[in-house]
């Protein structure tokens, strides 16, 4: 580009540039408004929960009679990726996800219309359809709500919080899906005493069917005159505890025998599997989740303003407490990171200030950052443009004569900087899967803030410069301070110059090592520890309790009580939310959720880090007996949709559950010797014990009966069985009907079910049955239709993921598992494989983009190599770094090697574009590199340094999210610092090796 270039247009048009700029600050300023905020960004896909209730049922049951007809239908969705179902007693799940094409719209109508399929095949007795929600059970809530009241019963408060609170919270702007644990929705429990029952020749049949026909809320009819209409209504529903009372079964000698007489009619809860708990205090628990794409910060803010409003709803006895509030430490690493941008901005401004030494000077590199927020790059763009201008103005030319001359000269070089620069990321934009959807995120910000530093950089910095700089003063009218820094720049210079000098004469040397630059980078690259994403600390713990397979809802809760008492002394612990019983999350009966809200950055005492606090509560509660806890920190990214107690998980998958129960052990086994791994554990449901009644189909025949009056009778007395609804104003209420606890605590409870005959005569079970001891599976998993078992595992500190997955596939392959059994990584794991599989693909092509652009750009086979050969060294700059610092190669670090492949190349193309202007003028190529090397050294040293500064506050950062950043950090630090120091040195020996070969062919 020669003359004035693009530029010039806009150095003679101030006033229309100087508008240009302020539309790009008030857009900005808008975007900046409109922005939705969030940790990372949203890579979610479509996922789909699919939950039925059927109480009394095992596992087996459920697995067989619900879960398999819904799978069979759901299976045949277009777009469906991944399926798992969890079945366990009285409960089935099943989490569907969906490809990254599928929208959640397109999700949902499918499902709806699977299960409307599948409605057929499902049991009679199921109390209500299967329900689905757009949901991910894996997902960690963004606001938590702890609902507790003196005095008051749980029942009464859930149904406040399902009748009020539940379906305002759900109606706010960004709130994907409240959730409730510890559930104790209101019911008429009929509690039966079975020696009633059997004093009045009576049978649970007998009451369910009084219930049944007792209480109905039924359409009557309209009477329509000639004239007039008139409604009709009876008081067919009861709903009164009194009422039910006085409910009559039957009569007895010409007496009633009303329901009170047969065992007590109370207001409980639908389950007496569920309860939760606030820290110490009886809770009901209300997890929200975000929408897709939601503002969380907003969503948050917006609930906690209305939350005095939703308080002033309710009984002055129900309190509203929030127990974990995630969106903290979000606006915490929000406001970290702006306080590292503006100390980025002032490290950088000052940089540029002690090189250039005029504050005006300064001023206009500041202003291009301020426009356009991507220090590290759009810095480079104006840096390079004013110093240009600046070094005119110093041989004597006037402010406007430099900035004409000036940017006509360095126009081509920024756009050949800029565009290939933009190239690094054509292939991040081409990436699927959750790793690829997070780069392309990236990517286009990234690309837009680099389009945007040219804008900038060709119009407003140069007319700035022509406008504000002021002509050159020689060295005598400078201050003491800036003529000892343009002696230092002087002597740097210089010793860089006699260091160039001895590089020249040896540049076959110069090539040897380089090459073995090129080899020890890619030998860091294979043996690097790889990773996946740095863990964060979020603020929030979350726990699965595991506790013995016979434990009954009350011994799991008074344990898991215990294992709070413990963990609120914890100095860094905040408060705890925590429930038991079957849902979303939690299927199996044997284990409890926990979720530990921990207190802000700085408040938490020494060794806070989520990490830290995790070991000190597992070495507080391990002698805790009859139950253990699992803990991993929440994490912003939730990838897949199992929840398990571990990070990691790895499913094998068999038609035959014999086979694959064999099989799963080896693995488990196997996996627990694995020195990389600790708890290791696996999704297999316990054998608990189990009362196997084996009936005489004979006998029951003789007496009129068939095998379900049997299951019926049992389903009567035991499985708290929803038989009829009481409908509120507001809700519905399930009637329940079952023994009395204190009847059914042990197998004598066997004793008092009763069988009518043809007759009328009761048959005792006992005479038609035989009961023997027995054991059966808590929960029975299944994965794409077939059984599966998952086995889940942490990693001991100082292990990579990819160092553990390694150790794991080795093993694996030593087990040599039938051919039948199917494994597979799944969640983290898996997306570590995939983003693991396109990390070299990935740096190739970015690397073939940038060859490409920069051929076009420069119409040449040869130049792109030779600004090409700036790589390897920041490569082994930043693998040698993350190294000693012991981190590992991960996503963020590839992210800071992309970066580097931007930046490091901008050396080259600064000595090569200015090396050919001077081959143009005649002068030989070791004259022309030479003097491009000396004259473009203070702008390299400077763009570089301001790079370097970018990322010093990323790499020592220590507040919220800084995790995810340090990587970045250290991979653009170290990459900077070894490839400034060498690139300035191989780069010409690489030109003239370069233009040898050219002459040659």
């Not at 041989?395 to 565009?419: D, H, Q, Y």
């Not at 800071?896 to 143009?920: H, P, S, T, W």
């Not at 070894?978 to 370069?994: D, E, G, I, K, W």
């Amino acid at each position: 580009m020669t003359g004035e270039g693009v530029s010039g247009a806009f150095i003679r048009r101030p006033v229309a540039t100087w508008m240009l700029g302020i539309a790009i600050a008030l857009l900005g300023i808008l975007a900046y408004r409109q922005l939705p905020v969030a940790a990372l960004p949203d890579v979610s896909t479509a996922t789909i929960q699919v939950t039925a209730q059927l109480p009394g049922a095992d596992a087996r049951t459920n697995a067989s009679a619900v879960a398999t007809p819904l799978e069979r239908q759901l299976g045949q969705i277009p777009g469906l990726k991944d399926m798992t179902s969890s079945s366990a007693p009285g409960f089935v799940q099943i989490a569907l996800q969906f490809a990254p094409g599928v929208s959640v719209q397109q999700a949902s109508l499918a499902v709806q219309a699977a299960l409307a399929a599948a409605s057929s095949n499902l049991p009679a007795t199921l109390p209500a359809p299967p329900t689905f929600r757009a949901v991910n059970p894996a997902q960690s809530p963004i606001l938590i709500l702890g609902l507790t009241a003196k005095g008051m019963p749980l029942t009464t408060v859930d149904d406040y919080a399902e009748s009020v609170l539940l379906p305002r919270l759900s109606q706010m702007p960004g709130v994907g899906l409240v959730t409730i644990g510890g559930q104790q929705q209101p019911a008429m429990r009929i509690d039966v005493d079975p020696r009633a029952l059997a004093a009045h020749g009576l049978t649970m049949e007998d009451l369910r069917t009084t219930l049944q026909h007792g209480t109905v809320d039924a359409a009557k009819g309209v009477l329509q005159g000639p004239r007039q209409a008139i409604g009709i209504a009876t008081n067919d529903q009861i709903e009164s505890r009194d009422d039910f009372g006085r409910m009559i079964v039957a009569w007895r000698n010409g007496a009633p025998i009303r329901m009170a007489d047969l065992g007590a009619v109370r207001i409980g809860g639908a389950s007496s599997t569920q309860a939760g708990w606030f820290d110490r205090d009886p809770a009901i628990i209300l997890n929200v989740l975000p929408a897709s794409g939601a503002n969380v910060i907003d969503t948050v803010r917006a609930i906690r303003a209305a939350l005095p409003r939703l308080q002033a709803a309710l009984p002055a006895t129900v309190k509203v407490a929030v127990v974990s509030d995630r969106t903290t430490t979000i606006r915490a690493s929000v406001a970290d990171v702006r306080n590292t941008l503006l100390l980025t901005v002032g490290l950088v401004v000052l940089t540029i200030y002690l090189f250039l030494r005029a504050p005006r000077a300064t001023l206009i590199p500041g202003l291009a950052v301020a426009l356009s927020i991507a220090v590290g790059f759009v810095v480079d763009d104006a840096v390079v443009m004013v110093e240009n201008i600046m070094r005119h103005i110093e041989a004597g030319l006037s402010p406007m004569e430099a900035a004409l001359r000036g940017a006509g000269e360095i126009g081509f070089t920024i756009v050949a900087i800029s565009i290939s620069l933009c190239a690094v990321f054509i292939p991040l934009l081409m990436m699927n899967g959750v790793v690829g959807r997070m780069f392309q995120e990236f990517a286009i910000t990234v690309v837009v803030a680099i389009l945007l530093s040219v804008v900038i950089s060709l119009t407003l910095t140069p007319m700035m410069s022509a406008q504000l700089l002021t002509p050159h003063h020689d060295a005598a009218q400078q201050g003491a301070i800036a003529r000892r820094l343009e002696r230092g720049l002087d002597g740097l210079t210089a010793g860089y110059g006699r260091g160039l000098g001895w590089v020249l004469r040896h540049q076959r040397l110069t090539l040897v090592g380089m090459g073995l630059t090129m080899v020890l980078t890619g030998a860091l690259y294979v043996w690097i520890p790889k990773g996946f994403f740095p863990t964060q600390d979020t603020g929030l713990i979350a726990g699965i309790t595991q506790a013995g397979a016979d434990i009954s809802p009350q011994g799991l809760g008074d344990r898991q009580q215990r294992l709070v008492d413990t963990i609120l002394r914890d100095p860094a612990v905040l408060s705890v939310a925590s429930y038991i019983g079957p849902g979303p999350s939690n299927p199996s009966p044997d284990q409890g959720r926990m979720f530990i809200s921990l207190k802000p950055f700085g408040h938490r005492g020494e060794a806070g880090d989520a990490g830290a606090v995790i070991a000190r509560i597992n070495r507080a509660v391990a002698g805790i007996p009859g139950i253990r806890l699992y803990l991993q920190p929440s994490q912003d990214i939730t990838i897949g949709a199992r929840v398990a107690k571990s990070a990691y998980q790895f499913t094998l998958v068999d038609a035959d559950p014999g086979e694959l129960s064999q099989s799963a052990e080896r693995a488990m086994a196997a996996f627990r010797a694995i020195p990389q791994l600790t708890d290791v554990t696996s999704d297999t449901g316990a054998q608990g014990p189990q009362l196997q009644i084996t009936v005489d189909r004979e006998a029951i025949a003789r007496l009129g009966l068939g095998i379900d009056d049997v299951d019926a009778a049992l389903y009567d007395a035991f499985g708290e069985r929803p038989v009829a609804k009481v409908f509120g104003a507001l809700n519905q209420y399930s009637v329940v009907l079952a023994m009395a606890p204190q009847f059914r605590a042990d197998p004598a409870a066997l004793d008092a079910i009763s069988l009518r005959a043809t007759g009328g005569a009761q048959v005792p079970l006992s005479a038609v049955a035989r009961i023997v001891d027995a054991t059966a599976p808590l929960v029975i998993n299944h994965q794409g239709g077939f059984s599966s078992t998952t086995i889940a595992f942490n990693l001991r500190s100082g292990v990579s993921i990819g160092t553990a997955v390694a150790a794991v596939e080795h093993v694996r392959a030593g087990l040599h598992l039938p051919l039948t059994v199917q494994t597979a990584f799944q969640g983290n794991a898996a997306a570590f494989q995939t983003a693991l599989a396109g990390q070299g693909g990935l740096v190739f092509a970015a690397l073939v983009a940038v060859y490409l652009i920069l051929g076009m750009l420069y119409e040449s086979w040869i130049h792109p190599l030779t600004i090409l050969s700036t790589l390897p060294s920041a490569g082994l700059g930043a693998l040698l770094t993350l190294i000693v610092v012991g981190m590992p190669l991960d996503v963020i670090g590839i992210v800071g090697i992309l970066l580097l492949i931007g930046i490091v190349k901008k050396n080259g193309i600064m000595l090569v574009d200015f090396a050919r202007v001077r081959e143009a003028e005649g002068a030989v190529p070791e004259d022309a590199i030479r003097d491009a090397c000396l004259t473009r050294f203070r702008p390299i040293l400077m763009t570089t340094l301001c790079a370097m500064l970018g990322g010093v506050p990323l790499m020592l950062g220590h507040g919220a999210g800084a995790e995810i950043r340090q990587p970045l950090g250290y991979a653009i630090v170290g990459g900077l610092a070894v490839s400034q120091v060498l690139t300035l040195f191989t780069t010409p020996v690489v030109y003239l090796a370069m233009d040898r070969l050219r002459r040659r062919a």
